[in-house]
């Protein structure tokens, strides 16, 4: 698949980038840039795409994408549908590994901030008190100046380099160069298929909203994604099961149909082999982490 590169604005009154996004809806492009990218969504539901990671995403979530990693936020359908009050709201910082010089990140001291970066390019996702932690630090970055600005976002990368509370997300040999000429083609398959995943989607279908053939677009899809594109849909249908799981207001039997299953048999065996956890135990570990 082949993001959209996106140009992360600069100033020369700072060293790297921050911002606070209250928006209607998240930013639903496949896109890529070559700063890494430190996000807390504050408020907002969906489905996230990361390298070749799929996930549901909520509000408190705290994560760093690598540089030139591409990633997707796609908010849940009541985001398009103009609710009142209903908004999306984040606080991004985008930096580049080597703002604060070439050299800084070879100090003994930093080694550990050098290895969170390697690791940064498979997308990281916090967990624990180490995302409670790093939440008021990154919203004083939007009023902080001068050297205070630097001494706090240093200390928020030295909080992750030695944390034990990360989540690696994507494959590490996801690949990282990219040509920009096909962006519209892979957003449309993601639009199309977020927006339909719960019925079925046939393969004569989804290939004319790609534009190519049915056995191009095979190939396409899976030489792009490292998936086929029936695995996509299943991994798809499996995260939204776990969003309603964690609402807790459906039975499992209908949270089976509502994501797309016809069969609550293999709802069960789809269910348990992507997540580990059959739906019911799922649920009770979610449950009992609240």
Known sequence: MKPQL??????????????????LYFYDRWHYHPELELLHIEQGSGTQFIGDSIAHFQAGDVLLIGANL???WRCD????ENRAGLLAQATVVHFRDD???ETFLKLPEN???AALFARAKQGIRLHGPVSEQIKPLMQSLLTLQGP?????????????????????????????QFDESDTERINRI??????????KISLDEIAVVANLSPHSFCRYFKSRSRKTYAQFLLELRVHHACKL????????????YDSGFNQFSGFNKYFKSITGKSPKEYRAVFKNKV
């Open 148 to 176: 205070q600005r630097l001494a706090t976002f240093l200390q928020i990368l030295a909080i992750l380099a030695e944390s034990n509370e990360l989540e690696t997300l994507s494959t590490a040999d996801y690949p990282s």
């Open 99 to 101: 703002f604060w010089g």
């Open 77 to 80: 359908k009541e985001y398009f």
């Open 190 to 199: 993601y639009a199309y298929s977020l927006a339909n995943f719960q019925r």
């Open 6 to 23: 996106l140009r992360v604005p600069s100033s020369s009154d700072y060293s790297f980038y921050v911002r606070r996004d209250v928006v």
């Open 111 to 113: 080694r550990p901030i």
């Open 245 to 256: 799981l964690m609402e807790d207001r459906l039975p499992i039997s209908q949270i089976c």
């Open 70 to 72: 591409p990633h997707y």
